[in-house]
């Protein structure tokens, strides 16, 4: 049997989507796949009451019929992390959980896909980051990465180092057309020369970045005041009105496909947003509604407005956590990661290294 762990160096790059994306091109190549989580990170409650999300897609994308505690054994929330910085939780005792729920689930299959946490220091205070998880499932490890520019090669190589001999390989994802030239003669011809194989090389796509507005009202609750404006719109980051109108205007002309984030009550903020071509949305906090003006005026620019109950600073930080988290995570992103895969990676040397 082959086990495979993916992992990433930091949220948001696009781990899960590659993870599934993977296991459903091995089951389609006749592999019996299984697939587990061992550390619930992306939960649907801040205590821990719900499990990760990610499992749950895996179940139902990947026809597996194995119980959610044992695709996801350990659910890593702030209680969870408090109890371990409290000495409550015993760490041998965790990894034989981990192990023994592996064995379980790996039982007549030919390949286990295991996904990692955002990045790779989740975990530590436990000694179950996935480096050391790797270690226990005598697991191959690829490491997806995003790209920004020459400094990230210094968090690459750092993250395979800390994952040693295991490392199988790297995905860089979501990379900018106006990166790859950099990318693919500077810092691959870099990467080799270290013992780094770079398995892929995916393109940045709008559909696959950031969040709809749809799934951002929908994750935080809005309600959406402009219901005949289409909201599947992508949004990638945000932007806080926090000063007055024109100096407002100088900041939202500087940023693109972002929500601008701020007080109902913000008029001058709000009309000053709705100029900016960069803003897609105005998220609108404290449950205050805006004025008719601004309501006609953003039917007549078709950008959509959110309301929702809470105040700015909470409402930031909600967002953060979205944008973060990519929240659209569904079948059709899997399936276009997929077409992305097979377009711009090794995908048959990714599942068919000697792990």
Avoid: W
Wanted: glycine share 10%.
């Amino acid at each position: 049997m082959n086990t495979l762990l993916v992992t990433s160096t930091g949220d948001g790059i696009g781990k899960t989507a590659i993870t599934l994306a993977l296991a459903r091109h091995a089951q389609a190549a006749g592999y019996d796949v299984g697939y587990m989580k061992p550390k619930g990170t992306r939960l649907q409650s801040a205590v821990g009451k719900t499990r990760d999300e990610d499992p749950m897609l895996a179940r139902e994308l990947l026809g597996l019929e194995a119980e959610m505690h044992e695709m996801e054994p350990i659910v890593y929330s702030p209680t969870f992390i408090r109890e371990a910085i409290r000495g409550r939780e015993d760490p041998t005792a965790l990894r034989e959980e981990v192990t023994d729920n592996f064995e379980t689930l790996s039982e007549e299959t030919e390949l286990m896909i295991i996904e990692g946490s955002g990045d790779l220091a989740t975990g530590s205070i436990v000694d179950l980051n996935d480096a050391d998880i790797a270690e226990a499932l005598d697991a191959r490890v690829l490491l997806v990465s995003g790209y920004e520019s020459v400094a990230t090669t210094d968090e690459v190589l750092a993250s395979a180092r800390s994952v040693g001999d295991r490392l199988a390989g790297i995905v860089f994802n979501a990379v900018a057309d106006a990166k790859m030239n950099e990318l693919n003669d500077d810092v691959i011809p870099f990467l080799d020369g270290r013992n780094v194989p770079v398995f892929g090389v995916l393109p940045r796509v709008q559909e696959l970045a950031g969040v709809t507005i749809e799934g951002l009202a929908r994750s935080l609750g809005c309600d959406v005041l402009t219901p005949d404006i289409d909201t599947s719109t992508h949004v990638e980051r945000f932007t806080v009105g926090a000063m007055g109108g024109s100096s407002a205007l100088d900041q939202f002309r500087r940023t693109r496909d972002a929500v601008m984030i701020t007080g109902g009550d913000r008029s001058e903020v709000q009309t000053a947003a709705l100029e900016a071509a960069g803003i897609k949305a105005l998220l609108l906090t404290g449950g205050f509604r805006p004025a008719s003006a601004v309501l006609g005026r953003a039917q007549k620019e078709g950008v959509p407005i959110l309301l929702v109950q809470s105040d700015t600073r909470t409402t930031i930080d909600r967002v953060e956590d979205v944008l973060g988290s990519g929240r659209t995570r569904n079948e059709s992103t899997v399936e276009r990661m997929s077409e992305l895969l097979e377009a711009s990676a090794d995908v048959e040397h990714i599942l068919s290294l000697d792990l």
